[in-house]
């Protein structure tokens, strides 16, 4: 199967920094990729959609400012949670379609986001 | 009522049981139904995939779609404790890719 590589799998910040997720298509080009969050025992939550060379579409109640979405080529998609709290803290996962396929998705390993 | 409803168990079954988990849905324009297998902090694999109603066979796995009923299913023959993990059923409408999970059932099978 496709892997979506998703980097780094655990991080740990002190509250009002930033932090950067890296999603990869490794072995196809994805046009679009998707960012979850999940919290423990529960679903996953779509955050955002964001679909190479334009800006993304956010979820109802997903802040913009908040949530830094970035996909500039049809390989990587990054997510950066800006001065993060506490609450931030969750499990984020990024999945990527890839080009021509209908609605088949890999998902990334996860990252599990911490903040202190 | 959420679009995709899924119990959440959580499922207990001997090893070598047969296991079916549901989800029923009420959006009738999905038409792409997918189960991902997730292990604990770890990121869904993709499991089983079909497009409209039918059944798709893969080893082990069985899934099924019922769209008269908005009915799906997913059977594990000879669970193994290795099969232990949340399930998760998602579906879509399709064009754009997105899609609408379920909650996910919890199975645990057990020596």
């Known amino acids: 199967g496709a892997v979506v590589s998703q980097h780094p799998s655990r991080v740990i910040c002190k509250s009002g920094t930033s932090v950067k997720i890296e999603c990869r298509s490794l072995d196809f080009q994805a046009t679009t990729m998707f960012w979850y969050r999940q919290f423990p025992k529960q679903s996953l939550m779509l955050m955002a959609t964001s679909n190479e060379g334009s800006k993304a579409t956010y979820e109802q109640g997903v802040e913009k400012d908040k949530f830094l979405i970035n996909h500039a080529s049809l390989t990587l998609s990054t997510l950066t949670v800006t001065s993060a709290h506490p609450e931030d803290s969750s499990f984020y996962i990024c999945?990527?379609?890839?080009?021509?396929?209908?609605?088949?998705?890999?998902f990334g390993s996860g990252t599990q986001l911490s903040v202190l | 009522q959420k679009e995709v409803e899924q119990d959440p168990g959580p499922l207990s079954v001997p090893e070598g049981a047969i296991v079916s988990l549901n989800c029923t849905y009420s959006n009738s324009a999905f038409q792409y139904f997918m189960w991902y297998r997730q292990y604990s902090r770890k990121g869904p694999e993709l499991l089983m995939y079909t497009y409209s109603s039918g059944n798709k066979e893969d080893g082990r796995f069985t899934a099924q779609v019922d769209k008269s009923s908005k009915y799906i299913s997913l059977f594990i023959r000879d669970s193994q404790p290795s099969d232990s993990a949340t399930y998760l059923c998602?579906?879509?409408?399709?064009?754009?890719?997105?899609?609408?999970f379920g909650t996910g059932t919890q199975l645990k099978v057990e020596l």
């Open positions: 998602a579906m879509s409408g399709g064009g754009g890719n997105k899609l609408t």
């Open positions: 999945s990527a379609g890839r080009q021509g396929t209908n609605e088949k998705l890999f």
